[in-house]
């Protein structure tokens, strides 16, 4: 849960591809977003200790502190700005795994349907529509907290495929804009986020580990059978 919280900075990346200048924004959206984020949680952190009388063991804190502050009224105001919160988050995640579809689409390792751009708007509707489809699935399968900790560990496993992919990218000057954002010590910097993400993964419990592996090599799976379709194809 408390990995769950602190991810998301990818949303910001995976949009790059429809910014005009995102080797120059990226940077600052990614900080000033990140600073939002920590003082959020920090006021709510100390809000709570202030007017929760047993916080330890509060399973709903910022209720309860509307509550003893306000009265019921503030804890039904604290319930719609989670649901309105909740709404935002699922949005910006259905945003961002769509272009990812698309992306992979793009690249031949999905179907090139999902690749399909709406000639009006130019957004990838079909992959919208997929993602949403299999999202819903997954949520349903799971159960909310067991879809948090495969969403959350399956982004550890890709944090750490993008780190080591960025050393062999940045060995072969690999860039998609004219004046790329190269930050300094980048391979130190992606042996660190490698080494994180793996001391993480060795603290989940085995059923967890087996959902990970199950969804990788599915990914995997996938990725190379439409790979070898489209070189099929092409060749």
Same mark, same amino acid.
């Given at each position: 849960?408390?990995?769950?919280?602190?991810?998301?900075?990818?949303?910001?990346?995976?949009?790059?591809?429809?910014?005009?200048?995102?080797?120059?924004?990226? +940077?600052?959206?990614?900080?000033?977003?990140?600073?939002?984020?920590?003082?959020?949680?920090? =006021?709510?952190?100390?809000? @709570?200790?202030?007017?929760?009388?047993?916080?330890?063991?509060?399973?709903? +804190?910022?209720?309860?502190?509307?509550?003893?502050? *306000?009265?019921?009224?503030?804890?039904?105001?604290?319930?719609?700005?989670?649901?309105?919160?909740?709404?935002?988050?699922?949005?910006?995640?259905? !945003?961002?795994?769509?272009?990812? *579809?698309?992306?992979?689409?793009?690249? =031949?390792?999905?179907?090139?349907?999902?690749?399909?751009?709406?000639? %009006?708007?130019?957004? +990838?509707?079909?992959?919208?529509?997929?993602?949403?489809?299999?999202?819903? =699935?997954?949520?349903?399968?799971?159960?909310? *907290?067991?879809?948090? @900790?495969?969403?959350?560990?399956?982004?550890?496993?890709?944090?750490?495929?993008?780190?080591?992919?960025?050393?062999?990218?940045?060995?072969? %000057?690999?860039?998609?804009?004219?004046? +790329?954002?190269?930050?300094?010590?980048?391979?130190?910097?992606?042996?660190?986020?490698?080494?994180?993400?793996?001391?993480?993964?060795?603290?989940? @419990?085995?059923?967890?580990?087996?959902?990970?592996?199950?969804?990788?090599?599915?990914?995997?799976?996938?990725?190379?059978?439409?790979?070898?379709?489209?070189?099929?194809? *092409? !060749?």
């Amino acid at each position: 849960m408390l990995l769950y919280a602190l991810t998301g900075l990818e949303a910001t990346v995976a949009s790059n591809g429809e910014m005009r200048q995102p080797a120059r924004d990226l +940077p600052f959206a990614l900080l000033s977003g990140l600073a939002v984020a920590v003082m959020i949680y920090c =006021g709510v952190l100390v809000a @709570s200790q202030a007017v929760v009388p047993d916080l330890a063991h509060s399973t709903r +804190p910022v209720f309860d502190g509307a509550v003893n502050m *306000l009265g019921p009224g503030a804890g039904a105001t604290v319930v719609l700005g989670s649901v309105i919160s909740m709404s935002g988050v699922m949005f910006a995640i259905l !945003f961002v795994g769509s272009r990812a *579809l698309f992306a992979m689409a793009a690249a =031949g390792q999905l179907p090139a349907s999902l690749a399909w751009l709406h000639a %009006g708007s130019l957004i +990838p509707r079909f992959a919208v529509g997929v993602h949403s489809l299999v999202a819903l =699935g997954l949520a349903l399968s799971f159960g909310f *907290l067991g879809a948090v @900790s495969a969403a959350t560990l399956t982004r550890l496993v890709y944090y750490a495929a993008i780190a080591a992919a960025s050393v062999t990218l940045r060995r072969r %000057g690999f860039a998609e804009t004219a004046q +790329p954002l190269v930050l300094p010590a980048g391979v130190l910097r992606a042996g660190l986020v490698v080494l994180l993400c793996g001391a993480v993964l060795t603290q989940v @419990s085995r059923n967890e580990m087996i959902t990970v592996a199950v969804l990788v090599v599915v990914g995997l799976g996938l990725g190379e059978w439409f790979g070898r379709a489209r070189k099929d194809v *092409l !060749f």
